[in-house]
């Protein structure tokens, strides 16, 4: 039987994908498929597949000229047998037992999916620093979304978890088959776990997160709305199960408010006041509709919401200030840092230690 049927999109990683392949052909957990979809790359990453693919029976490959994360993803979920589905990044890594003891926990709770935290993983200096995205929720206990609907507010990460396949096929859930490779995972993570009767956290960290993937830009006209289609989707979704949406509305509106202020800040600026005005207009409609729940626009803060509505204009200035404010702090922290508390005084110039005190 196979336990796990472990997705791997590929596009154009040739400098990472071996090292992403070793460490899942290296599971502890050895009743696995490894489903790799080569979304049209150009560079050497087809070779690599197929070369792996020889060295082990276990990889199954799937070529195809480019259409995009989410379409690679549908592909491999229309033949994957796995009892349990996971997903790695081909650009990123996992530690040998991360399936193993994933799919343990699901098994032991009867889980419908089980949530690790993850490394943020930089290749330039080898390092890694654990994220607490989950450790910060309920852990080591079987949740009900419905009942903790906060735990819908981790980022997506949707390849730090594994997920009952049954609960996928049966409910039909896909990825948007949008074009390119942005915030795919948003629509998809959402229904997954708002359909899910029981969730496990764990905090331990498994999977490496690479950082500075130069190829992972969102910088483009292209992608701009992307964000937005995404959260279109999950509208419809929840206008299809009412009960769901009367629990979970709330939240949904607090992560797309999160999400769009998150996005402002990586797109180019000469897309920000397009992105503002389409922010403006989607909540704009939600008041008008009446979605605005009164929980949502206290934890938002009622004059940002009533000033992202009225005055897109000032809303932008205010973003575009504090994002100004936010980038000097971080070039401040580069030239001089100064730590001080009760033991110990730490200064440091241009990233250099000039004092320590004791």
């Not at 994957?80 to 990044?89: M, N």
């Not at 032991?108 to 200096?125: G, L, M, P, R």
């Not at 403006?280 to 008008?288: I, T």
């Amino acid at each position: 039987m196979i336990k796990v049927s472990v997705l791997v999109p590929v596009y154009n990683v040739e400098e990472y994908l071996e090292q992403c392949l070793k460490s899942i052909i290296n599971q502890t957990l050895k009743d696995i498929e490894i489903i790799c979809i080569n979304d049209g790359s150009k560079d050497n990453s087809l070779n690599i597949l197929k070369e792996y693919s020889k060295l082990d029976s276990r990889i199954k490959l799937i070529d195809k000229e480019n259409s995009g994360y989410g379409d690679s993803m549908n592909q491999a979920l229309e033949i994957a047998q796995g009892k349990y589905i996971a997903i790695v990044e081909s650009d990123d890594f996992v530690e040998k037992e991360i399936f193993e003891n994933l799919y343990n926990l699901a098994e032991e709770n009867d889980c419908d999916i089980v949530k690790s935290d993850w490394y943020d993983y930089f290749t330039a200096t080898n390092s890694s620093y654990k994220n607490i995205k989950v450790a910060q929720k309920k852990c080591n206990e079987v949740l009900s979304p419905l009942n903790n609907p906060e735990i819908l507010s981790i980022q997506p990460s949707l390849w730090s978890a594994i997920y009952k396949r049954d609960l996928i096929e049966k409910n039909n859930i896909r990825f948007l088959p949008s074009p390119g490779a942005s915030y795919q995972d948003t629509s998809f993570t959402f229904k997954v776990f708002a359909l899910a009767k029981r969730v496990y956290l764990t905090d331990r960290a498994y999977m490496y997160y690479r950082q500075d993937n130069a190829a992972s830009s969102i910088n483009s006209k292209g992608k701009l709305f992307a964000i937005c289609e995404e959260y279109k989707e999950i509208d419809n979704f929840l206008n299809k199960y009412p009960k769901l949406k009367s629990v979970l509305l709330t939240q949904k509106l607090s992560n797309q408010y999160r999400a769009y202020i998150w996005t402002f800040k990586r797109i180019s600026d000469k897309f920000r006041k397009e992105f503002v005005l389409e922010f403006s207009g989607e909540f704009k409609q939600y008041m008008e509709s009446g979605e605005l729940t009164e929980e949502f626009v206290k934890g938002a803060g009622k004059k940002n919401i009533e000033q992202l509505i009225k005055n897109p204009q000032k809303f932008l200035r205010k973003l575009q200030k504090k994002l100004i404010i936010e980038k000097w702090k971080k070039l401040r922290s580069k030239i001089i840092s100064i730590k001080i508390n009760s033991k110990k005084i730490c200064i440091k110039l241009l990233g250099k230690q000039i004092i320590n005190i004791d």
